[in-house]
């Protein structure tokens, strides 16, 4: 599967942004997709991820009650929506997919990946 990300920018401390990856390739249903962030000097960290079936979703604690990631499996995309948005969310996102449903939470069980979007919220 192959993943495409967008929806980034620079939006204020407060705003909202909503990311979108879109997927190309067969299956899509059949896969939990995460998202993931880096941001400068930081290593890769986890964001949310949604199970295959869309009956589960999984956060990080820093982004609990302000993000929320969903999927449309008709229109091959998962979304990260993004509200009350904080300097320190400033990062380059990327959408991840992997078969399976364990270690959601971890970027090295993932098997595919988008190319990543950047975030940038001014204080």
């Known amino acids: 599967v192959q993943l495409q990300a967008s929806g980034g920018g620079l939006v204020q401390a407060g705003g909202s942004l909503r990311l979108s990856c879109a997927a190309s390739?067969?299956?899509?249903?059949?896969?939990?997709l995460g998202w993931f962030r880096q941001a400068p000097g930081k290593e890769r960290e986890f964001v949310a991820a949604?199970?295959?079936?869309?009956?589960?979703?999984y956060y990080a604690d820093p982004v609990k009650g302000r993000f929320t990631i969903s999927r449309d499996n008709a229109k091959n995309t998962v979304y990260l929506q993004m509200n009350n948005l904080k300097f320190e969310d400033t990062a380059v996102y990327y959408c991840?997919?992997?078969?399976?449903?364990?270690?959601?939470?971890?970027?090295?069980?993932?098997?595919?990946w988008g190319q990543g979007t950047l975030v940038t919220v001014s204080s």
């Open positions: 991840a997919a992997k078969s399976f449903t364990w270690s959601l939470n971890i970027a090295e069980a993932y098997g595919y």
């Open positions: 390739g067969r299956s899509f249903s059949s896969y939990s």
């Open positions: 949604i199970r295959w079936g869309g009956t589960a979703t």
